[in-house]
């Protein structure tokens, strides 16, 4: 198609945006919103009219067959040549059948500016509606917004929080679209992850067609949890970058042709997969039933992230990540990778864990695999100029391998959480000692509330109790005494918590230790102590007071001022703040120094099974 050929089309496209924008301006529905809205900010009904079909016409989109095209066949391989797209055609079937009946809401984990394309054209592959994309305007430079907002995009702005009348045309535009039963996605975590698990959801958009569906603007949607993973990601350097301080690039033209340029390289699959859906409507019946509070917004957008976790598979990638971080920057042999790897293989088969090509890893053959795709992208360094080679995370890479890691880490948290738990029992006799470790495992659950999505307390004790029969089959009687809670550690066929719990405990220290040295009596200015976080973290990864790079995360740093803020601890004023702030800080540098001892306890649980070692809990 010449540009000469595209002007026509680019006219009728624009004429057809905006005769959609008036044509949901004049529904009954939207002229009693604004008549609504007019009285309730005491301005003219005409005012808030003109200015909300401005914003219609602004975010209202078409799905021109020309455009979509371009869409499909001419962005779309720039963003995913990279991969291969794995996927599972009986669930894509099924979602296929149930489209006849039911308009669906995608809501996918966001990890890559690829992620939409992956998603389009495996929909599209297999016979699916083409669904309605919501996105940020910040992709609405030329031509891409162009190309988005002419085959279903919908570009909204990245922020609005005090602008009412946009708020309005956002929430009423979809509902008009749910009111067709059309397909919708958008990003739930609000933008692309830059630690490799999920983010906290945002609720806005969600809250809008709950009350679309509460007021009857809408009937039903299927909520659908979609989860993305990738081998690798040639972006996923840059996103590091700006988790450890540097500097967003602006999307632009000369941005996307430089992106274009990174992903002719294959680096690897792709995996989508789909979690079970979710009945809007039901779960609102849910809770008129339930009771107040038992299914609010959030709590919907609590299920649909962990139906995304519990489809989420564990990588090869994720597996040997995890092993390498877990060394303090030691190099390995592949025979030490391997034997790393295998009992963390032996667990996800016991829990059934989905996954994708674990059992390559059985073979030191499939461990050297993985271990030269890492090496290839940048991740792993390989030094072969002794008697063997060895492997190691690359100087600077350590974000960027514990993004691939922590694409599977939730898989991980109650196991980890129960050897802390268990070693806090460990060391002396105790009355009631379960219960001890039950207090233990309930405040590391409190502490880590806000980067993951916990079960229900007595849905999580019951994961607890799995967790300790996984540990040992006669847990309950080699746990009665302190002797035997150590044995128990000893006797592991792997140790996990140090290897996944200490990036995110080391951040949380990072915040409670500068909240502790701020002023009381003055307001805390989040990105300015965000700033001073970055720099103190890399201090005491420099010093070695902590041990995890990877520790210096914005995002992580974010969820921790959320803990902080949920604490009461923010705010000046507040009572006996100094106290509290302090003791934030003790309680975080206390989980440090378990998840260190619990490190020392693996490498001599290690030692013990090549040598004899002391044992350093009673040592």
């Given amino acids: 198609m010449t540009l000469d050929d595209l002007n026509p089309v680019l006219a009728a496209t624009l004429i057809q945006r905006r005769q959609v924008a008036r044509k949901v301006a004049r529904s009954p529905r939207f002229v009693e919103q604004i008549d609504k809205l007019a009285r309730q900010l005491q301005l003219p009904v005409g005012q808030v009219a003109a200015e909300a079909l401005r914003g ?21 391989p720039l963003h995913t040549r990279a991969w291969t797209v794995d996927a599972d055609p009986g669930e894509l079937a099924r979602l296929k059948a149930l489209n006849r009946d039911h308009a669906l809401v995608y809501l996918p984990t966001h990890r890559s500016y690829a992620d939409a394309f992956i998603l389009s054209r495996l929909l599209r592959d297999n016979g699916l509606k083409r669904n309605h994309i919501l996105g940020g305007n910040n992709l609405g430079f030329w031509p891409l917004g162009t190309i988005i907002r002419r085959s279903g995009g919908i570009l909204i702005r990245r922020s609005f929080q005090d602008d009412e009348i946009y708020k309005l045309v956002v929430r009423e535009y979809l509902a008009w679209l749910a009111s067709q039963r059309l397909n919708l996605e958008w990003y739930m975590e609000g933008g692309r992850s830059r630690t490799g698990k999920l983010r906290p959801p945002k609720y806005g958009l969600l809250s809008y067609l709950v009350a679309a569906i509460e007021s009857g603007g809408a009937d039903d949607m299927l909520l659908v949890p979609v989860s993305t993973t990738y081998d690798q990601m040639h972006e996923v350097g840059v996103m590091a970058a700006e988790e450890a301080g540097a500097a967003k690039a602006k999307e632009n033209l000369l941005w996307l042709a430089g992106y274009a340029r990174t992903q002719q390289k294959r680096i690897g699959n792709a995996y989508v997969r789909f979690g079970e859906p979710l009945s809007l409507k039901e779960a609102l019946a849910r809770a008129d039933a339930d009771g107040p509070g038992k299914w609010t917004v959030a709590k919907i957008a609590f299920e649909v992230f962990q139906r995304i976790n519990r489809a989420t598979p564990v990588t090869a990638n994720a597996l040997v990540t995890l092993a390498l971080l ?287 070692t002391p044992d350093p809990i009673s040592a």
Wanted: proline share 4%; hydrophobic share 45%; charged share 25%.
């Fill in 326 to 612: 877990g060394v303090k920057d030691r190099a390995l042999t592949l025979a030490e990778v391997h034997e790393l790897v295998l009992p963390l293989l032996d667990y996800a088969d016991a829990r059934g864990l989905p996954n994708s090509h674990l059992d390559d890893l059985r073979s030191r053959d499939g461990v050297a695999e993985t271990l030269g795709n890492l090496n290839a992208g940048g991740v792993v360094s390989r030094y072969d100029g002794g008697t063997e080679a060895v492997y190691a995370i690359e100087p600077g890479q350590h974000s960027v391998a514990a993004f691939y890691r922590n694409s599977a880490v939730h898989w991980f948290i109650n196991r980890a959480i129960f050897e802390v738990a268990l070693l806090d029992t460990s060391t002396e006799e105790l009355t009631g000692p379960l219960e001890r470790a039950w207090q233990s495992a309930f405040a590391l659950r409190d502490l880590l509330k806000f980067d993951f999505f916990f079960s229900d307390k007595a849905s999580y004790r019951e994961e607890q109790k799995a967790e300790s029969r996984l540990f040992d089959a006669k847990f309950r009687q080699r746990a009665v005494t302190a002797e035997g809670r150590r044995a128990l550690l000893l006797g592991a066929p792997f140790l996990i918590a140090h290897r996944v719990l200490t990036p995110f405990i080391e951040a949380y220290f990072i915040v409670a230790d500068r909240l502790a040295a701020q002023p009381v009596d003055t307001a805390i200015d989040k990105k300015k102590l965000t700033e001073e976080c970055v720099k103190v973290g890399r201090q005491y990864v420099l010093q070695k007071r902590l041990s995890s790079p990877e520790c210096v995360s914005r995002e992580v740093f974010g969820n921790a001022l959320s803990l902080a803020a949920n604490r009461d601890l923010l705010k000046p004023g507040a009572p006996n703040l100094a106290e509290r702030r302090r003791a934030f800080a003790d309680e975080l540098a206390s989980v440090v120094e378990r998840l260190a001892a619990i490190d020392t306890l693996d490498q001599a649980r290690h030692a013990a099974a090549h040598a004899v």
């Fill in 56 to 76: 219609l016409e602004e975010i209202v989109t078409v799905q021109s067959p020309a455009f979509a095209a371009m869409f499909d066949y001419g962005l779309g």
